[in-house]
Structures are given as C-alpha cells and as structure tokens.
C-alpha cells in the first residue's frame, strides 16, 4: 500500500531550525513531484498551501515567496525520502506539514494543488 510519513516536527523558537523527512513506502519516488504543504492553524486542511516541491527525477523545483530563501527541499532516493531543511523560523511557519506525491507534474509555474498520495501531517509550532 501506497504511503507517506512525515516526521521532524516540533517546537522551536523563533530563529530556530528544522529539519522534516517525507518518506514513501509501497512506491519509489521515481517520476514523481513532493511537495510541501502548511495549513496554519486558522485554516481547514482543504485550505493548506503548498510552499515548496520538487521533481524527483530531475531535482527541479519551485518555492513559494514565504519561504523562498529560508527553507530547502531535497531528495535521497537511494532512502526514497524528501526533505526539508526550515531555517530562520519564525511565527508565522506555525502550522501542520503535509507531503504529498503526483507523478509526471510540470512545476514550472508552481506546485498546483491536486496530488495523488498525502501524508498524515506533522505538527510545526514556533511561538511568537
């Protein structure tokens, strides 16, 4: 069965850093994109916005203007696992981190929304 797991949350201060895993079993991350998404603690999941992703194949990738310059996805394949290294962390990151998986993506132009495979979430808190 197809899955994603995510793990790395936690509390920070702001400033601070983390470092969050995607990892995915009952598939290989070969041809698809991961991305990142956050639903803030205001919003309904269906309200999450993805912030970063990147082609497995080709390591390309888009970020959004939230955390351009502070965080940076990465890909092992040889563990088949995404990451995401968030530094500078501030309030506003606070949040539920979700991975999600969609093969044969063009992001380009961004990271779209509809994706085939989700993780559960992990809990992302840096208080103000």
């Known amino acids: 069965q197809e899955r994603l797991v995510e793990s790395g949350g936690g509390l920070v201060q702001p400033g601070g850093s983390l470092r969050l895993s995607c990892a995915a079993s009952g598939f290989t991350l070969d041809h698809y994109v991961i991305a990142w998404f956050r639903q803030r603690p205001w919003e309904e999941r269906e309200e999450r916005d993805a912030i970063v992703c990147i082609s497995v194949d080709d390591g390309s990738t888009y970020y959004y203007d939230s955390v351009k310059g502070r965080f940076t996805i990465s890909r092992d394949n040889a563990k088949n696992t995404v990451f995401l290294q968030m530094n500078n962390l501030n309030a506003d990151d606070t949040g539920i981190y979700y991975c999600?998986?969609?093969?044969?993506?063009?992001?380009?132009?961004?990271?779209?929304?509809?994706?085939?495979?989700w993780g559960q979430g992990t809990q992302v808190t840096v208080p103000s």
């Open positions: 999600a998986a969609d093969q044969f993506r063009n992001i380009a132009g961004g990271c779209g929304l509809w994706y085939d495979y």
